[in-house]
């Protein structure tokens, strides 16, 4: 036991106000240390998104990671208020308590990083009329077939106008 932690008698003669700041403060620590485990699960969720979904996916993991801790502070500094709670269950309910905040920031940076994904994508794309929206990698695809038809015909009617002019002599 290190010198920051207590005793459960030293944990229950404190006074709510420092109980309340001392769990703050261990739920907190928890949870940042707890993010030290979900990083390698973060790594593999990005490496598993569809091209062009990392960096969304990333943001929003890393936004539920800083949440976690924060909000297992705040939930371990309510729940240690509770008269005949110890500190191992206001740790192990503030852990799970503190999985929907995140999971919800988690939720929301990511859509908002899809929604300027989408944006940058859909100014990069050429409009073709219609409400449809082309590729740049078609439309190169298109011109060089164009270019490579036009080319076919200038042959052609090189061909085609010697043709005429031998039956015109």
């Not at 908002?112 to 009329?129: C, M, P, V, Y």
């Amino acid at each position: 036991m290190t010198s920051t932690e207590l005793t459960h008698q030293q944990f229950r003669s404190l006074s709510a106000t420092r109980r309340a700041s001392y769990m703050f403060g261990k739920g907190v620590r928890w949870g940042f240390d707890g993010n030290v485990v979900a990083i390698p699960f973060l790594a593999a969720n990005v490496a598993m998104s569809q091209r062009g979904e990392r960096l969304s996916t990333a943001a929003g993991s890393v936004a539920g990671m800083g949440t976690f801790g924060i909000s297992q502070g705040v939930i371990a500094a309510g729940l240690s208020l509770i008269p005949g709670i110890g500190q191992g269950a206001v740790l192990f309910a503030s852990m799970l308590g503190a999985m929907y905040p995140s999971a919800l920031v988690d939720s929301f940076v990511s859509r908002q990083a899809r929604t300027l994904t989408d944006i940058g994508r859909n100014i990069r794309r050429l409009e073709t009329g219609a409400g449809f929206t082309d590729s740049e990698t078609a439309a190169r695809s298109r011109l060089g077939a164009v270019m490579e038809m036009s080319a076919a015909m200038q042959t052609s009617r090189r061909y085609l106008g010697q043709e005429a002019r031998l039956m015109h002599r």
